[in-house]
């Protein structure tokens, strides 16, 4: 896999029948390795140890319903009264972040009204605070870590 614009973790690899897996510590089973799974894995060890949030606030994957539709979220941080706080958008680092990727990750956080929104493709990551009363978004410079939030 292709190096990303994060930093180096040791993680854990194997090869299954021409396949190769990588152990999700969220899930606590390997999944499959694919280009989105490689950034997704990067993220959730970027917020764990650069970002110090706990991993038992971190979901991955998590179903939700969007327009009557079943959609999963790339990773849910939950804050200590088990609401969202942060929802990010993994993408292929082959995927250009376009404003469709702000869109999708919009929609889904009308069901789930997280402060902070996250994009990236491992290369390019975009962190945003949400303005509820104004119903848009600004961007920062970086998303702020586990203790200054709460």
Request: positive net charge; proline residues 5%.
């Amino acid at each position: 896999m292709q190096p990303l614009n994060f930093p180096a973790y040791k993680f854990k690899i194997k090869s299954n029948e021409n396949k190769y897996l990588i152990f999700d510590i969220v899930r606590k089973k390997y999944v499959s390795l694919t280009p989105e799974e490689w950034v997704r894995q990067h993220c959730v060890w970027f917020l764990i140890e650069e970002k110090k949030y706990p991993l038992s606030l971190i979901s991955v994957e998590r179903k939700i319903t969007v327009n009557n539709l079943t959609k999963r979220t790339d990773i849910v941080v939950y804050n200590q009264k088990g609401l969202p706080h942060i929802l990010v958008e993994c993408k292929a680092p082959s995927v250009k972040i376009t404003q469709a990727s702000f869109d999708q990750i919009a929609r889904y956080n009308l069901k789930l009204n997280a402060a902070y929104l996250i994009v990236t493709n491992g290369l390019n990551h975009f962190y945003c605070k949400m303005n509820f009363e104004k119903e848009c978004y600004t961007f920062l410079k970086e998303i702020p870590e586990y203790r200054r939030v709460f």
